[in-house]
């Protein structure tokens, strides 16, 4: 209950917008707030509105108090005494890969994020999903604000609300004082199923002796990590910050300070964290070792004294997870069983199952707030097999020519997604412009590609709307997923001003870098010989934290088209950076090249399948016409 009084006095005193400070006008602002809490409770009840609760934002407004199984539990019982069963969704930062679990005993759902989305992306991307009312349990602002746009933008006349996670923290606990015992068993079955599996020894190859797991050699090697990477996410969100990288004199500080620690990360090896959360080409034997490493992890924080950081999220979310894997498999074929063969058509059930169906087939693409997400198939690349790689079809620098690249009525080769760097405009009167992309959104639209992207380039307006295509027009930088496993960075040609106010708010890693311009000194000489590549673009790159992408898709200079396999900073991971530029040397006046075609396979390789010497028929008539005069 102390907890409780904690909290009670801290909203009473954290209201930025009050002046007063007598006891009397605090006590009625709690009141207040108290009383909009419970109107928007009785309105999800009464409109039966869902409820979507961001996991690591309480926890951190608990101070990390909280452990992830606590607050499941305390979740379950908060959903029971309040009539929102099979309505709650709870959102968990990290995870090894993004996945969804339904717990029947809870009727709850648990989305992970996984290593390329955030917890955000997926509830602003999610939170108009279910077609109708929502409640989101959060502070943060920037995704109130998502939220927002999402539901405004849904075919469904919905609404959405929030409740900020003090006040859910203050509620969990006065009714876990109350009903403690009565769902203290959620899970309990999971403990005495890794107890017993310990006692018998499953499979004797494949046993661990739990006392020798976490040595304190391997202890201390992940703390190492853990503090060295902690150190490196508070660098870069101070880079991130525009009054620190105003002076030359912070700038370099803050570079030499980020350099400093890649080399220690480098120097220590720096990958226990992965190879601990990671399952791809893990032995069983591993995967016990991963089990128990984690699970004594979990432990440790329990009496450590130092504040809990990003790479401990990491691993308790990684060991939260597979702990919900274990108990949402056994309440399934527990619930399975007790149906006799009826469908639990629940509402978080069906959530679930959306996202595993989503995550687990590479098939078409379509655009939504917050990602790209491959559903049905339309005839294009993808056979609904999951192992069919990503296909991506990039053009760039059409001028006003984008004819040129589909000679006789043809269309680009077929792909998931149809990538136009920027530079589609023309360089005319305002009357000619206009009617120019009229005719790109046209062509576009002639395309099989059910999504398509188009960056800003230098050439073309700020503002631009295709009605016809539908395709996605990008002014500022934006950070988007695929199916939960592939991040993407647009880039669009902007000035390095705002490139760095944009992009302190994107990730701070990427798999696939899209930008307009090159980096600097790559794939970016003009015909006179300057390198017009983008400096702050590619030192942006070179200090990424979780290292630089594993592909550079860009265009802008004509004559650089290209492709080059470099490594950017001091990490030993190698970039594909691909010019893709269509148009001929200097000022444009027809198509040279056709369009890059590459394939992403779902382990991340990336193949370019067309790209390199392939000329367009108009190009080919010029060279043919040149040759015989």
Not at 198 to 221: M, P, Q
Not at 360 to 388: F, H, Q, W
Not at 480 to 507: E, F
């Amino acid at each position: 209950m102390q907890l409780v009084g904690f909290f009670v006095s801290l909203l009473a005193t954290s209201n930025p917008r009050s002046s007063s400070r007598t006891n009397g006008k605090q006590v009625k602002r709690e009141g207040d707030r108290l009383s909009l809490h419970n109107t928007r409770m009785k309105w999800a009840t009464d409109t039966d509105a869902v409820i979507l609760i961001d996991l690591e934002n309480v926890r951190g407004k608990s101070n990390f108090d909280l452990t992830h199984r606590e607050l499941l539990k305390r979740t379950t019982m908060w959903a029971k005494m309040n009539g929102v069963e099979d309505k709650v969704t709870m959102v968990v930062d990290h995870g090894s890969s993004h996945t969804a679990f339904y717990l029947p005993e809870g009727g709850l759902s648990m989305v992970f994020a996984g290593p390329r989305m955030k917890a955000d992306d997926v509830l602003a991307r999610d939170v108009a999903f279910f077609k109708r009312n929502a409640i989101v349990i959060t502070a943060d602002n920037e995704l109130m604000s998502r939220c927002r746009n999402a539901v405004a933008n849904a075919d469904a006349d919905i609404e959405v609300q929030f409740i900020q996670p003090i006040k859910f923290i203050s509620d969990l606990e006065i009714m876990n004082d109350k009903v403690e015992k009565e769902h203290a068993r959620l899970l309990e079955h999971e403990e005495e199923d890794n107890v017993n599996a310990a006692k018998e020894g499953i499979n004797e190859d494949a046993s661990i002796d739990a006392n020798d797991v976490l040595t304190a050699e391997l202890a201390i090697r992940i703390e190492e990590e853990i503090k060295i990477r902690g150190y490196m996410y508070e660098t870069e969100t101070q880079m991130r910050e525009k009054r620190n990288m105003n002076t030359p004199k912070k700038r370099r500080k803050l570079e030499k300070r980020a350099r400093m620690l890649c080399e220690r990360l480098a120097i220590k090896g720096g990958q226990k964290l992965d190879h601990l959360t990671t399952l791809d080409g893990v032995s069983e034997y591993d995967r016990k070792f991963q089990d128990e490493v984690l699970s004594q992890w979990e432990n440790l924080r329990k009496s450590a004294t130092r504040r809990e950081m990003t790479g401990d999220r990491i691993l308790l979310a990684e060991n939260f997870r597979r702990q919900v894997e274990r108990v949402s498999a056994e309440e399934a074929a527990r619930a399975e069983g007790e149906a006799e063969g009826n469908v639990d058509t629940s509402l978080t059930n069906l959530y679930v199952k959306y996202i595993q169906d989503m995550v687990g087939s590479n098939v078409a693409t379509s655009m939504g707030s917050g990602g790209i997400n491959r559903s049905g198939s339309d005839g294009n690349s993808s056979d609904g097999d999951k192992n069919t790689p990503l296909r991506l079809v990039v053009i760039s620098d059409t001028h006003g020519y984008e004819e040129g690249l589909t000679p006789g009525g043809s269309t680009l080769p077929k792909g998931d997604i149809l990538l136009h760097l920027g530079d589609f405009a023309i360089d005319s009167s305002i009357k000619k412009k206009k009617k120019a992309i009229e005719r790109f959104d046209a062509w576009l639209a002639r395309q099989p590609h059910r999504t398509k992207i188009v960056l800003r380039g230098n050439h073309d307006p700020f503002s631009v709307q295709f009605p016809l295509s539908g395709a996605n027009f990008f002014s500022r930088p934006k950070s988007i997923a695929i199916d939960g496993r592939l991040s993407m960075t647009l880039v669009p040609y902007t000035s390095a001003r705002n490139l760095s106010s944009s992009w302190r708010k994107l990730p701070m890693f990427c798999d696939v870098l899209i930008s307009h311009s090159p980096p600097k000194g790559i794939l970016d000489k003009c015909y006179n010989g300057a390198s017009a590549g983008c400096q702050s673009l590619r030192g942006k790159v070179e200090r990424m934290i979780a290292g630089p992408p594993y592909l550079w898709l860009c265009g802008h200079i004509h004559e650089a088209r290209g492709s080059e396999t470099v490594k950017f900073g001091l990490s030993p991971r190698e970039t594909l950076v691909v010019n893709t530029a269509n148009a001929d040397e200097g000022r444009a006046s027809r198509i040279d090249a056709g369009p890059v075609v590459i394939d992403i396979s779902a382990d991340g390789v990336v193949t370019m399948i067309e790209g390199e010497g392939i000329i367009s028929e108009e190009a080919k008539q010029v060279e043919s016409a040149a040759a015989a005069a």
